[in-house]
């Protein structure tokens, strides 16, 4: 295994190891990585890159990186791999978001997750309470937001070496309802608010794709989710 990259500031195999000792439930090499990943600042796809081609060589997978691996409930979950294998997913995806949330925050996010939880009682106004809340939770549910997107990038490869089918691109179709451009328009929003371009820092991603997807709904707009994020950032 080797990690391969034209940026002589990357991670080596040693270093990234030495980075993840201690973990327990995955390799030192993917709780390094993981760690290296989350705290890339600058040059992140020469870091991120390569190191997710050495986690796929590992034997990594994009439903590795997923809660409950994809499945929309843990009985889904245990029904199709079985109860000991979900029981290890379980154990190993929670070592995961730890290793993530080690390097992804910002002293001023740490500060606010280590301390207590907002109460109602500790501000003027129910909206200030709310926002306190919702900034506290979107930092909790980081690290697994972001593993979600990069879990998209053990896919590609995967697709690329055939394991598993690549999306089939329809091709125009000029008879489309406007309701349904407008789908594929709120889809094409979806994604790249799900992508890893780059966003101010003020931006809420996880709020403005919890409204994009709120707005799907409330106009009952069809979904097809068939555009390539890669295609387009």
């Not at 709780?31 to 997710?52: K, R, W």
């Not at 990186?65 to 889904?76: M, P, S």
């Not at 907002?118 to 930092?139: H, I, V």
Request: net charge neutral; glycine share 6%; aromatic share 8%.
């Amino acid at each position: 295994m080797s990690i391969k990259t034209k940026n002589t500031t990357a991670p080596t195999v040693t270093n990234v190891e030495t980075l993840g000792k201690g973990a327990e439930n995955i390799s030192a090499f993917e709780a390094g990585a993981i760690y290296s990943i989350s705290s890339v600042e600058t040059g992140a796809d020469n870091v991120i890159a390569p190191l997710i081609a050495s986690m796929f060589e590992l034997g990594i997978r994009g439903a590795d990186w997923l809660a409950k691996r994809g499945f929309k409930t843990t009985a889904e979950m245990i029904t199709a791999i079985g109860e000991d294998a979900a029981t290890q997913h379980t154990l190993e995806y929670q070592e995961r978001l730890t290793w993530y949330g080690k390097a992804c925050y910002t002293p001023t996010q740490t500060a606010t997750i280590d301390a207590p939880a907002p109460k109602k009682t500790d501000f003027e106004t129910n909206g200030e309470y709310l926002d306190a809340k919702e900034t506290r939770d979107n930092l909790n549910s980081k690290p697994a937001w972001k593993m979600k997107n990069l879990a998209k990038r053990f896919d590609t490869i995967a697709k690329n070496k055939g394991e598993i089918e690549a999306d089939q691109k329809k091709g125009a179709d000029e008879k489309k309802t406007t309701l349904e451009k407008c789908g594929t328009c709120v889809d094409t929003l979806e994604k790249l608010l799900q992508g890893d371009g780059v966003l101010p820092e003020w931006f809420d991603r996880p709020k403005a794709t919890a409204v994009v997807q709120m707005f799907r709904q409330q106009f009952k707009l069809p979904t097809k989710n068939v555009i390539n994020i890669d295609d387009i950032v």
